[in-house]
C-alpha cells in the first residue's frame, strides 16, 4: 500500500509525509514499514518499474526490438524523471530488472547474435535513449526555472563578441533551421552501425525498421 502510493503521488519531490497524508496515516506508522525516505524511494522506484508496460516480444526483426526499447526506456524516464535518478544511483534491485535483461537477451541471441554481443547492443541502444532523456529533462527543468538551456544560450552569445563561442552561434542556427534530431535518427544510427559489426546488408535492415513490406 506504501509502495501503491508513492507511485500515485510520483517520485519526484515525494516525501514521508505526503505518502502518510495520502494513506491518512501518521508518519511514525510508516516508521514500521519504510526505514527511511531512501528507503521509501527505492521501494516506490522498483514498485513504478515493475508496472511500466513492456515491448511485446512478437517475432519482429531485431532491429526493430531495439528501437522499440530505446523508445521504452526513453519515454519511461522522460515521464518519471525521479525513476532516472533511482536508475542511475544504483537504487533499483538487479533483482527488479533482471527479467527485462534476460528478454531483450533472448530476442536477440535468437536472432543470432552471441550473448556478449546482444548485451553490447542493449547497453549502446539504453545509453543512447537515456542520454536523450537527460537532456531533455535537464531543458524541461531549466525551462521550469524560468530560462531554458536554449535561451540561456542565446543571451550568452547576445552578450559575447560576435567573433566568440563560434561553434556554439554555428549549432544554434543550425537547430534553427533544421530541428534537433529526432530520437529514432540516432538510434538508427546506432542500429546501423551494430548491423555493420556484424557484416549485415544495411538496405535490408533499414526497410525492417522503417516497415517497408519485404521484396
Known amino acids: ?8 503521488l510520483g517520485l519526484d519531490g515525494l516525501t514521508l509525509r505526503a505518502v502518510a ?4 496515516v501518521s508518519i511514525a506508522a510508516l516508521y514500521h514499514h519504510v526505514s527511511s525516505k531512501d528507503d521509501l524511494m527505492r521501494l516506490t522506484a522498483e514498485y513504478s518499474v515493475a508496472r511500466v508496460p513492456l515491448p511485446e516480444d512478437r517475432g519482429q526483426h531485431w532491429a526493430v526490438w531495439l528501437a522499440e526499447w530505446a523508445d521504452y526506456n526513453h519515454d519511461a524516464f522522460l515521464a518519471r524523471p525521479g525513476l532516472l535518478v533511482q536508475f542511475l544511483d544504483g537504487g533499483i534491485a538487479a533483482e527488479t530488472i533482471a527479467g527485462n535483461v534476460d528478454t531483450i537477451l533472448r530476442v536477440l541471441v535468437r536472432q543470432g ?3 556478449l ?8 541502444i539504453t545509453s543512447c535513449a537515456i542520454g536523450r532523456a537527460v537532456a531533455a529533462i535537464r531543458e524541461r527543468a531549466a525551462a521550469g526555472a524560468g530560462e531554458s538551456i536554449r535561451d540561456a544560450h542565446r543571451r550568452l552569445l547576445r552578450e559575447r ?16 533551421d533544421h530541428g534537433r534530431e529526432p530520437l529514432r535518427a540516432r538510434i538508427t544510427t546506432v ?3 551494430i548491423a ?3 557484416g549485415l546488408d544495411w538496405e535490408p535492415v533499414r526497410a525492417e525498421l522503417d516497415g517497408e513490406p519485404a521484396g
Open 161 to 176: 563578441g560576435p567573433d566568440e563561442l563560434p561553434h556554439l552561434r554555428a549549432l544554434h542556427q543550425a537547430i534553427a
Open 1 to 8: 500500500m506504501i509502495a501503491e502510493a508513492a507511485h500515485e
Open 21 to 24: 497524508e495520502h494513506l491518512g
Open 117 to 124: 554481443e546482444a548485451n553490447a547492443a542493449y547497453e549502446l
Open 191 to 193: 542500429i546501423r552501425g
Open 113 to 115: 547474435f552471441d550473448v
Open 196 to 198: 555493420a559489426q556484424r
